[in-house]
């Protein structure tokens, strides 16, 4: 969604998909918050941006002002450079981490039924396809459980969705996990949406989730990869 946020603030984006995405900001609280928290951060890097290039270029002019022809020539090299560097600089920071660091931190939630002996058809069937990482078909067969087996097995749903690039459909699930109160993967539903989130580059919001995990003494599952994470992104 993030992608979809700076493609609005670059005007890059239809009429149509504008009007869209304003209406889906407005009419969803968690949406609206996040693409503010996008909005502050891509202007006040805009503004450290330009500021930072006014005073590398004027300091460039200062230092040069009695230069000829071939000194003026070097002053507008010197500030393209430095333009690069500031362009390359938020590319840099845009792409720290987010899916390659999503990437090196995921593992598959670990089968926590058939390992422990209960075999029952047909959640056995489905927990067989995700051992096998035949991920694809064990999301097919989770959704076809009975009512009975299916909040225990929304968490390897969701990891289905995220395994075969369903980043969105795997972020919407653990959502609605967390927000369940008889929810009994409380760590582990955090961190696979902390990870869905830096997956998809949308870095505040991982931070957001991964303070959480940090901060809850309750909470073990992950934490020291999470405090890890917090510190390579600040």
């Known amino acids: 969604m993030e992608n979809k946020f700076e493609q609005f603030l670059r005007k890059t984006l239809s009429k149509e998909e504008s009007q869209k995405l304003l209406e889906d900001i407005e009419n969803d609280p968690i949406l609206k918050k996040e693409f503010e928290e996008y909005r502050d951060t891509w202007d006040m890097i805009k503004v450290l941006e330009r500021r930072k290039l006014k005073e590398k270029v004027s300091k460039i002019a200062k230092n040069n002002a009695t230069s ?117 993967y409380i760590g582990p539903t955090l961190w696979y949406l902390s990870i869905t989130h830096l997956a998809l580059n949308e870095k505040d919001s991982a931070i957001t989730i991964l303070r959480q995990i940090k901060d809850d003494p309750m909470i073990t599952f992950h934490k020291e990869d999470a405090i890890e994470i917090i510190e390579k992104l600040q």
Do not use: H
């Open 68 to 184: 000829q022809i071939k000194n003026n020539r070097w002053l507008w090299y010197s500030a393209a450079s430095v333009l690069i560097m500031v362009l390359s600089y938020w590319a840099f920071q845009q792409n720290v981490s987010g899916e390659q660091m999503a990437q090196t931190y995921f593992k598959p939630y670990p089968d926590k039924y058939t390992s422990m002996g209960q075999n029952v058809n047909p959640l056995s069937k489905a927990m067989s396809a995700y051992n096998k990482e035949n991920y694809q078909e064990a999301e097919e067969l989770f959704s076809q459980l009975p009512k009975e087996f299916l909040n225990d097995v929304e968490l390897y749903r969701g990891i289905c969705w995220y395994q075969i690039g369903e980043k969105e459909k795997a972020k919407a699930i653990f959502r609605k996990l967390n927000q369940d109160s008889i929810n009994a």
